[in-house]
């Protein structure tokens, strides 16, 4: 029997990679392929009448399956079906690491969840708020309500935009250069940088099309996202790559930290580094930058 240390709401989570949790081909060593976080799929990826085996097959799957340090989440069905209750159910007995809410459109669907999973983490008798919660936002009305979904419960770490839904509801399709998910995008970040909580690009669904996806990973790093949702092991490299800060970026961020430190012994509160100007969020922000390298195994570094 598995049993996972106790799930850290601000670990890594650079890539989520999608596995329907039927599926034994794709869920038996899927921690080979070194994405941050899987998530079992209950929830699309499992046809309506498949719901029971595939709950069945999750159970089992966490039960058995040693996933090491590789995070384990699995998607819930929507709180608008007849699954959720007993998906999460399986979720906690199972002991996951936490759960995504598919469709998740209020702080109300949060705390319905919340409360479903204390109940159910009493019935089996894990550790009370151990199992943490993430939202899909995959609606306008999701997107609308970001900050209120990410606030609603202590167990919230993240939220990620669906964009299989959401352009679906948007009635528009991938365009090169994201500008039909720009404002949504954008709008969700907001939220989750307001919150405290991680914020997660969708998965990007033309497998072949790697130009695409690299272009979209890349504007996803420079809007500010801490990750990404991926569907297919070949997305994960690119993505961890462009998710770690480069050479260049640690090489001025220790420059910029010594001499920060020097500076304030010295009296001064702002100057220049390599003709840039810097003051204090410059050097918070290379701190979290040395932080981020540090935990993607690029830098081992004093500072
Ligand atoms: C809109 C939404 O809801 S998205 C979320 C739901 N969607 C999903 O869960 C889909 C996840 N992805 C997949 O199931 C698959 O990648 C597919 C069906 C899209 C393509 O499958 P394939 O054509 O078999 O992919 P591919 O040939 O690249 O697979 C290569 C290897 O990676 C494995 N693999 C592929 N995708 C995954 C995955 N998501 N997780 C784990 N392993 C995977 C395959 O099993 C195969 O392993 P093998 O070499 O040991 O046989
Ligand atoms: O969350 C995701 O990226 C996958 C998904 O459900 C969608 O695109 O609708
Ligand atoms: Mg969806």
Not at 32 to 52: F, H, R, T, W
Not at 144 to 173: L, W
Not at 224 to 232: A, E, I, L
Request: glycine residues 8%.
């Amino acid at each position: 029997m598995i049993t996972r240390p106790k799930p850290q709401k601000n670990r890594l989570r650079r890539t989520m990679m999608f596995m329907n949790a039927q599926k034994p081909g794709l869920i038996k060593d899927a921690y080979i392929y070194g994405s941050d976080s899987i998530i079992l799929d209950l929830e699309d990826a499992v046809a309506e009448n498949q719901k029971d085996a595939a709950r069945f097959s999750l159970y089992h799957t966490l039960k058995t399956i040693d996933y090491g340090d590789t995070e384990v989440i699995v998607r819930i069905n929507g709180l608008d079906t007849p699954h959720w209750q007993e998906d999460i159910r399986c979720v906690v007995a199972g002991g996951a690491d936490g759960i995504r809410i598919a469709k998740c459109e209020s702080a109300k669907d949060v705390k319905t969840v919340e409360e479903h999973a204390l109940a159910a983490e009493r019935e089996f008798g894990v550790e009370e708020g151990r199992t943490l919660i993430m939202a899909a936002l995959e609606s306008p009305k999701g997107i609308m309500n970001a900050y209120e979904i990410v606030t609603a419960s202590p167990r919230m770490f993240g939220c990620a935009i669906s964009g299989g839904d959401f352009r679906k509801s948007m009635h528009v399709q991938i365009v090169k250069g994201g500008i039909e998910m720009l404002a949504a995008r954008g709008q969700m970040l907001l939220a989750a940088r307001a919150a405290g909580v991680q914020c997660f690009d969708t998965m990007y669904p033309n497998i072949d099309d790697m130009e695409g996806f690299k272009a979209e990973v890349s504007q996803n790093r420079e809007m500010g996202f801490d990750g990404k949702s991926v569907v297919n092991p070949k997305q994960i490299q690119f993505v961890h790559e462009t998710f770690a800060p480069t050479k260049k970026e640690i090489a001025y961020a220790e420059k910029l930290i010594r001499s920060f430190n020097e500076q304030v012994d010295a009296g001064v509160g702002v100057y220049t580094v390599d003709g840039k100007m810097v003051d204090i969020p410059f050097f918070e922000d290379a701190k979290r930058i040395l932080a981020l390298a540090r935990a993607c195994g690029v830098y081992d570094g004093d500072l």
